[in-house]
């Protein structure tokens, strides 16, 4: 029954409302759904009080949040790829130099 009134008491909570009806008899004799509900509603205020306040994202959030996520969406972890195409690049970059450095015939 928790897990069912469980949105119900967090709507309560954000809102400062009473739970749904069909969940008042449940919330009012379950412990876990009391302390549920306290938390939330301590969570909710603090948000609350923080609404105004504004921080500056780090500039590798993206990043850190990015690597962090698994799937499709995931940042490789292996630091190969990258340092596979920087080698080619370094490669490309260095036989332009010796061709553009390289002895012509004179006519």
Do not use: N, Y
């Not at 008491?9 to 749904?20: C, I, L, Q, R």
């Not at 609350?48 to 504004?54: H, N």
């Not at 370094?90 to 061709?99: D, I, K, N, R, Y």
């Amino acid at each position: 029954m928790c897990e069912v009134a469980a949105p119900f008491v967090a709507s309560s909570a954000v809102d400062g409302g009473e739970v749904a009806r069909p969940f008042r008899v449940h919330t009012a004799d379950c412990p876990r759904c009391q302390a549920r509900h306290a938390v939330m509603t301590r969570t909710a205020h603090e948000l609350r009080a923080m609404a105004g306040e504004r921080a500056v994202a780090p500039a590798d959030l993206e990043w850190r949040v990015m690597s962090a996520l698994e799937g499709d969406l995931a940042l490789p972890r292996s630091w190969k790829r990258p340092v596979a195409v920087i080698a080619a690049l370094f490669s490309v970059a260095v036989a332009v130099v010796f061709w553009r450095l390289r002895p012509r015939p004179t006519m």
